[in-house]
Structures are given as C-alpha cells and as structure tokens.
C-alpha cells in the first residue's frame, strides 16, 4: 500500500510543480487570502474529501477518515504571501505587484494538497483520520493559528506535524531539533520626541536623532552585557527614521525592532532592560519616549518523542540523504500554538537551489521543487509510523 503512495507522489511531481507555481503567480497577502482558500477547498472537494472554509478566518480544513480505527493527525501547511517585489527571471513570477511566495508557503500548499490526494486512493487501508489543516496568516501577527484552534479543529487530534521548506538547507536534507527548534517572535517600537531647530543652532535644540542614535547603541547591551551568555537571545533595530531635511534638526524619531527568545524568563528580563535603558538614555537628554512592546509568536518546542519520530520517518524516504537534529533558529511560527496543544513536531526540509541561494524573505526567493516531493513523502512515512 504504501509503495503506492509514494509511486502515486512520484508520478504526480509534474502536478505538485504545477499547483505551487500556480500559487506562486497568485500569492495573497495575510488575512487578505480568499482566492487562495478558495483555490485550496475547490481541489479537496475534487478529491471528493470533506472540508470546511472560513475555519479562525481564511483557513481551509479537511478531513480524510481511514477505514480502521487509529489515531487522529493533523499537518498544518501555511498559504499566506509576503509585501515583497517578485524579482525572480522565470515564467512563474508572481503576477500581483509588490506581493510574492518569498518564504516557501505556496510549496507547502501544494506538498500538503499532493499528501492529501496520494493518501486519498488508500483510504479503506488507512487507519485512522488525517485532518489537513491549511493555514492563513502565518506571516503576520496575532497570526492564523490561534483562531483556527479556538474554532476546535485539534479538539480530536492526538498528534499534529508541520514542515517547512528551508533554503538555508541543502536539498536532501530534513533537520529538527529535540525540544526548542524557532524562537518566540516579539517586536517593539520606540518614539523618541526632543526638541527640533536650525542645524546651525543646536544648542537650542534636543536632537531627535542623536539621542535615538544612543538609545540604539545602549540597547545593544543588553544582549552582551545583561544576559547570561549561555542563554539565547536576539534584539535587532528593524527601522529608524527621522528627519526631513538635511539643515533641519529632527523633533522626533521612530525606532522599531524585534526581540527573540526562548525563555520567557530572559524575555521580561529584556523588556525591563530595554525599558530602563530607554528611560535613562532619555533622561540624560531632556527628553521623552514611550515604548511599545508586543509579544508575539511563543517559542516552537517539539515533543521529542514525536521528534525523534520525524527522524526515524524521514531517513526512510528515498532522496533524503540525512535526517538530522540541528540547533535552533531564532526565526519564528505560529505553528508554536500548535504545539501547546497537541503532542507533535515541527520539521525543516531542505530546499536550497544549487548554486542559486537566496534566503528566505528575500525578492529572488525561490526553492528547489523537488523538495516538495520529500516533504509529501515524510509527511506519508509518518502517518505509516502510526499504522
């Protein structure tokens, strides 16, 4: 049976390709993805597979029941597009201005969709329920995880997977990690408001930009200087801006950043840091602030059983070459809701162009297709691990 699911997948790669360069030419920003759900729901009603629409918003999820009693596994696959310029030389370019694929989330449609449909012509052998659950909004926060779990889609789920597409990894290449494997995702935003004037007369003045300049440089402390070096953290300034002519000291300036963590512990720890060194900077300066600060995405924390698992199941497929546990990265997903749900694992699958990388989020962005055939076939090996 199964190696008539994987020869199924083999013999659809042509159609895998297909489905994400179509997506890829019509990608949709978060919270704005109607055609693409509609796109998604039409191929599983084709597939004569029940779903639901509008699931916590845009999402899509559908449902394939075995026919043997088992257990209940979700994979999750994002579908949201980024505000970036598509400037990629191929036929497939996004056609929508200003909006493009540049994380991958089209090919995981379209790993997801293939998985689906494979797995559809064995239905009476499985056993179990698979539930696909296809996800809106993973690009931006407060994201679409969280409303399509409040609408109960994991209340019969005992276990749930999501893999992304990952070009900083070679192809042939599938990594995880045990427990902590993406960061908790936060972001701030910093006014600082002082006094403008003449360029000629700064005395007069309280310089917007130089005391923001301090604060940026203060701010780097933290990390070197207030957090123990053996724990993880990341504070990076995003954007500043201030000013609107060159003999015009600036009134005002406008700094935003992100912060990463792992632990919540270190996170108020940065907060107050960040908060008291805004202060005093200020302070020092004769001016004044206010300092917005939005938690965002928590960590992604595999269970790892289910992670050793993804392992195990991934060094069985034809074409990965290592299936490997990694150290974390502090880039971040909301599939981290997921987890604290349910017992599950999140994978990486490599998906980097030979001698054409560019990282994700990036205008040239672009993944090595067959990666999608792994992903699918990974996704098989460990719906088989539960048979």
């Excluded at 990076?236 to 919540?264: C, E, L, Q, Y």
Aim: proline share 5%; charged share 20%; net charge negative.
């Amino acid at each position: 049976m199964w190696e008539q699911v994987n020869a199924m997948l083999d013999q659809s790669f042509d159609e895998i390709v297909q489905v994400r360069r179509h997506l890829h030419q019509h990608p949709e920003l978060s919270f704005q993805e109607k055609k693409t759900a509609e796109y998604i729901a039409n191929t599983y009603k084709k597939l004569d597979l029940p779903y639901q629409e509008n699931v916590g918003g845009n999402g899509v999820v559908a449902t394939l029941k075995g026919g043997k009693p088992g257990k209940t596994i979700a994979l999750r696959a994002d579908f949201d597009a980024l505000p970036i310029q598509d400037e990629k030389k191929v036929p497939y370019k996004s056609k929508v201005n200003g909006v493009m694929h540049a994380c991958g989330h089209d090919g995981h449609t379209a790993t997801l969709l293939a998985t689906a449909k494979a797995l559809k012509q064995v239905q009476p052998n499985l056993a179990g329920t698979i539930i696909f659950i296809h996800q809106h909004a993973e690009e931006l926060t407060p994201g679409g995880a969280k409303p399509i779990i409040n609408s109960g889609v994991l209340k019969e789920v005992d276990l749930i997977f999501g893999a992304h597409l990952w070009t900083n990894t070679p192809y042939g290449v599938i990594e995880t990690a045990e427990k902590e494997f993406m960061a908790g995702a936060d972001k701030f935003s910093i006014t600082i408001r002082g006094k403008g004037g003449h360029g000629a007369i700064p005395h007069q003045t309280k310089d917007a930009i130089v005391i923001g300049s301090q604060v940026v440089a203060n701010l780097q402390q933290i990390i070197s200087r207030r957090i123990d070096p053996l724990s993880t953290a990341v504070l990076s300034i995003g954007t500043f801006h201030a000013g609107n002519s060159f003999n015009i000291i600036a009134d005002t300036a406008s700094i935003t950043g992100t912060v990463r963590t792992f632990d919540p512990t270190i996170q108020m720890q940065i907060i107050h840091e960040m908060e008291d060194i805004i202060e005093g900077t200020c302070l020092g300066y004769d001016a004044s602030y206010s300092f917005e600060y939005e938690k965002g995405y928590p960590p992604v924390v595999n269970h790892p059983k289910e992670a050793k698992l993804v392992i195990d199941a991934a060094s069985k497929v034809d074409g990965v070459k290592k299936a490997i546990f990694v150290e974390p990265s502090m880039t971040g997903e909301d599939f981290s809701y997921y987890l604290l749900e349910k017992p599950g694992a999140f994978f990486f699958v490599g998906a980097q162009q030979e001698g054409n990388f560019q990282p994700h989020h990036h205008p040239a962005f672009d993944i090595d297709e067959r990666a999608m055939l792994l992903a699918a076939k990974t996704f098989v090996e460990i719906i088989k691990s539960y048979q």
